[in-house]
């Protein structure tokens, strides 16, 4: 005779269990044991809620007690089976299902019927494995797993196959379930951590070994690794909030620090010097663009980012041609609006090219700053200021390139006419009517306390 406290919590966790509130269902099956350690059904109840919170190890022990209380409950006998089969214990569940055979052939032959598709499954798995022939393998794997889904062995033995395949997110899939299979599993959180840092994935690697320093705040490995991944995850989101705040020079310097952090993993290297490519283009720094974005394009030469990043660069170092094979090829890839643009901008700059170039002329580059602009023309104007020359025909050239030079300095040292140039359209070009204006209204140039006049031939 059951107690009335044990019979409520019984009704209750049915109840619950019902409504599909496994957590208040166990809760009441817990206190139905604890309450009455012989009630049978207490046990069989407890290892239903366990096996769809999927934790088959607590239900198989909870069977284990049910059958020992009443030995008769064979519906506890074949859930033992299934969970045993699930577990990939074949020897177990072929004497369960085998004592199952008398009291209950149709569930004892089901299971029974699984277990030699299950062993040929592994046997030939292991067969393709150990000839090299993982694709294979994974397809015997699959066949067994889909049997024995709760063998974390099986699981482990697929990983491998999918490593030696170089699919690291199935492998991460495995590894994952066989985490959540098996109680403190350090290894696999650990393993984890590693396949995702593979992966370039340095945040989630970040997550998962701290799960395995939860589990196990010694563990050597775990902690050797969790050193390096928290100091490289610190340096990339220092640079990325300097990249934020426009602080270029700092933040290449804090990737060059992240490259010191990490040199061999293939693609968190290849994340740090996207980021270098992006910094040295949004900075200026042409060479060390050129070197990065190109590093980057020789690792995966379908980086879109990349390929914009160094056409913007050789249009900087004055090679439109090369920024205009990059643009196309990144059209190739995909064709959108800021693409076009850019292609469009460095045809038109190759064009401008061959007529006059502003920057050349004053001997500055193309990310001058306004003072150095100034600067330069100053210098040229006093050494081509046609005053100095006294030969009509050095005069004359000097009349030539000092117009050149007024010219230069009118463009650049304007924000609006300098962004036209730089898009590729010369706002002195005598056939727009900037350029009309310009050249109608030109009588000479200020220089020193006075101006110097010479007619227009």
């Not at 009630?39 to 934790?55: D, E, M, P, S």
């Not at 699984?114 to 030939?124: N, W």
């Not at 990737?255 to 061999?264: F, V």
């Amino acid at each position: 005779t059951w107690s009335t406290s044990v019979r409520e919590h019984l009704e209750h966790g049915t109840q619950l269990l019902r409504t599909g509130n496994l957590g208040e269902a166990l809760n009441h099956y817990h206190a139905a044991v604890e309450g009455d350690a012989k009630n049978y059904l207490a046990y069989y109840q407890r290892a239903t809620v366990f096996l769809a919170l999927g934790r088959h190890r607590q239900a198989l022990s909870d069977f284990d007690s049910v059958i020992r209380l009443k030995p008769d409950f064979h519906h506890a006998k074949s859930e033992r089976g299934n969970v045993l089969l699930k577990q990939g214990k074949i020897q177990e569940a072929r004497e369960q299902f085998d004592e199952l055979l008398t009291v209950d052939p149709e569930k004892a032959q089901a299971g029974l019927s699984d277990l030699p598709v299950l062993e040929q499954a592994i046997e030939d798995a292991s067969s393709h494995f150990d000839n090299n022939d993982f694709a294979s393998a994974i397809d015997h794997y699959d066949q067994a797993i889909e049997i024995a889904k709760w063998d974390t062995s099986l699981r482990e033995q697929r990983a491998e196959a999918y490593l030696k395949l170089g699919n690291i997110i199935n492998a991460i899939g495995d590894v994952r379930a066989i985490a959540k299979l098996t109680n403190d599993n350090t290894d696999a959180y650990l393993k984890l951590s590693q396949l995702h840092y593979i992966m370039g994935e340095e945040e989630e690697s970040l997550k998962e070994i701290r799960e395995c320093l939860k589990l196990d705040q010694d563990h050597k490995a775990c902690h050797t690794h969790y050193k390096k991944v928290k100091k490289l995850v610190k340096q990339l989101n220092q640079a990325q909030d300097l990249i934020n705040e426009g602080a270029y020079s700092d933040a290449v310097s804090k990737l060059k620090a992240a490259l010191k952090t990490e040199s061999s993993e293939a693609k968190i290297v290849l994340k740090i010097q996207s980021r270098l490519c992006l910094c040295n283009k949004q900075g200026g720094f042409v060479d060390d663009c050129l070197s990065t974005c190109t590093t980057v394009l020789e690792k995966e030469t379908q980086d879109i980012e990349a390929l914009v990043n160094r056409a913007e660069c050789l249009i900087l170092n004055e090679d439109f041609e090369g920024a205009i094979k990059d643009y196309q090829t990144a059209q190739g890839i995909t064709d959108s609006k800021h693409i076009k643009d850019g292609l469009h901008r460095a045809e038109k700059l190759l064009k401008q090219s061959k007529k006059r170039d502003y920057y050349k002329i004053l001997g500055v580059p193309r990310n001058a700053e306004k003072s150095q602009i100034n600067k330069a023309y100053r210098k040229l104007a006093r050494e081509f200021h046609p005053d100095k020359y006294t030969d009509e025909t050095e005069k004359a050239a000097a009349e030539k390139k000092f117009i050149d030079i007024a010219a230069a300095k009118e463009v650049l040292t304007d924000d609006e006419k300098r962004q036209q140039f730089d898009d590729g359209e010369d706002p002195l070009d005598p056939e727009t009517e900037q350029g009309k204006n310009f050249h109608q209204h030109f009588h000479g140039f200020p220089f020193g306390g006075g101006q110097f006049h010479f007619k227009f031939q």
